[in-house]
């Protein structure tokens, strides 16, 4: 059984970078059939898909979050990551990381706990 | 950007048939992937490519595909079928593919 975790700080100044991890365990990462995604949801409203690496360094970034946001991958220690540079309080949300399966598009089948991260001072 | 269109809520008495619809242009001819989540959790994938369920998702749980409105049918419901869904497909030809419903809130009478 897959199980993704997600892990970081939970409060982040305003202008700095976020940074969160996502430890996969029960499957390898550099497996060739998925795609290491980050999504988040600020409180209350609903899901935004930020991006996703593929094992060999492929990535795709939402296009609003495009100029703040990297991920990458770290296959020796079965993990990704994500940064998002320049924060503000709309930043604020729980970030989510999630295995994507490619079909005729992709979609989601295994999702971590999730991790508050708030933007304040 | 492609937009997914849920209605806010849909009531329910136990035992009766939920329809969560997904409204998009053509959304026929895209694969649309449903997500249940519940207070506090992280999503779970109900159904994917338009009907297929994963495993240990209960055969209540289907879906349908066609025109402009994809739908989620949720049989015989029980309390704990009370919960968030999202539908959710990728629209290759956008640059901003990988888009979410704006969520549909199942409330269970």
């Known amino acids: 059984q897959v199980q993704l975790q997600e892990s970081g700080p939970g409060l982040v100044k305003p202008s700095q970078t976020l940074s969160l991890t996502c430890t996969v365990s029960g499957g390898s990462i550099s497996s060739g059939d998925y795609y290491w995604s980050w999504i988040r949801q600020p409180p209350g409203k609903g899901l935004e898909w930020i991006g996703y690496?593929?094992?060999?360094?492929?990535?795709y970034y939402n296009p609003s979050l495009k100029s703040r946001v990297t991920i990458s991958v770290d296959t020796s220690k079965n993990q990704f990551s994500l940064k998002l540079s320049s924060v503000t309080a709309a930043d604020t949300a729980v970030y989510y990381c999630?295995?994507?399966?490619?079909?005729?598009?992709?979609?989601?089948?295994?999702w971590g706990q999730g991790t508050l991260v708030t933007v304040s001072s | 950007s492609y937009v997914l269109t849920q209605p806010p809520s849909v009531s329910v008495a136990p035992g009766q048939t939920a329809r969560i619809t997904c409204g998009g242009n053509n959304i026929g001819s895209k694969s649309v992937h449903w997500y249940q989540q519940k207070p506090g959790q992280a999503p779970v994938l109900v159904v994917y490519d338009d009907s297929d369920r994963p495993s240990g998702i209960p055969e209540r749980f289907s879906g349908s595909n066609s025109g402009n409105t994809a739908t989620l049918t949720i049989s015989r419901v029980e309390a704990g079928d009370e919960a968030d869904y999202y539908c959710q497909v990728w629209d290759s030809s956008s640059d901003h593919p990988g888009i979410f419903g704006t969520g549909t809130k199942v409330t269970v009478l």
């Open positions: 690496i593929y094992y060999s360094g492929s990535t």
């Open positions: 999630a295995r994507g399966m490619a079909s005729s598009g992709y979609y989601l089948d295994y």
